[in-house]
């Protein structure tokens, strides 16, 4: 498995080691930031050489991504707590969208590849499947009555977290000009999402 190094005390498999890799790289990006942090000084945290780390993350990026999603359910649950506070279905995938705009890029991980200026691979994060089921496991655990909205099966909520993260994403990325208030994008999503989720619109009931 190509074990060099570990300070001692080889990973036993593949995943340990790909976590023991994310460990130092979280380490490092805590310690110096991410403009000091290279593939060097995570090899040296995880008392590897960098072959060994290219074996498991090719590019930094690599790495920071996995950096970004070992940290995403505590973002998760700060969501889930911040969306318990709001009544309706309508009101709660409004204010999934704010909140993802506020906290993802200032989060100290979720944040990391776009400051590394890697957008492509954020999107590419954003968008994946895991992603998706982890939206739909948050709109699924906020007490609201889904049902009435027509949202019953895992279906309707994985497609709903998927059209609330992709609408996130482009405010994001393409924000408009001028910059609008929250207020100004509540309005928005609001007017052209809210009626899909009022009286079980979404099903055609």
Do not use: K
Request: net charge negative.
């Amino acid at each position: 498995m190509g074990y060099h190094g570990w300070q001692g005390n080889p990973p036993r498999t593949e995943d340990e080691a790909r976590h023991r890799i994310v460990e130092a790289a979280t380490a490092c990006i805590d310690r110096a930031g991410l403009a000091r942090t290279s593939l060097s000084d995570i090899a040296a945290e995880a008392g590897v050489t960098r072959q060994t780390v290219y074996r498991y993350f090719p590019r930094l990026p690599d790495i920071l991504a996995a950096v970004a999603i070992a940290g995403v359910e505590a973002f998760a649950e700060r969501m889930q707590r911040h969306l318990a506070s709001f009544g309706s279905p309508a009101e709660v995938a409004v204010e999934s969208v704010l909140f993802s705009l506020h906290t993802v890029p200032r989060e100290p991980y979720l944040g990391l590849l776009l400051e590394a200026g890697e957008a492509d691979v954020f999107t590419g994060a954003v968008t994946s499947a895991q992603s998706f089921a982890l939206g739909a496991r948050i709109l699924r655990n906020t007490p609201v009555d889904w049902a009435a909205a027509g949202v019953r099966t895992d279906d309707d909520f994985q497609g709903l977290a998927e059209i609330l993260m992709r609408l996130f994403l482009s405010l994001l990325q393409y924000p408009s000009t001028p910059t609008p208030t929250d207020d100004d994008l509540r309005a928005l999503v609001r007017r052209w999402l809210g009626p899909a989720l009022v009286s079980g619109s979404v099903r055609g009931r």
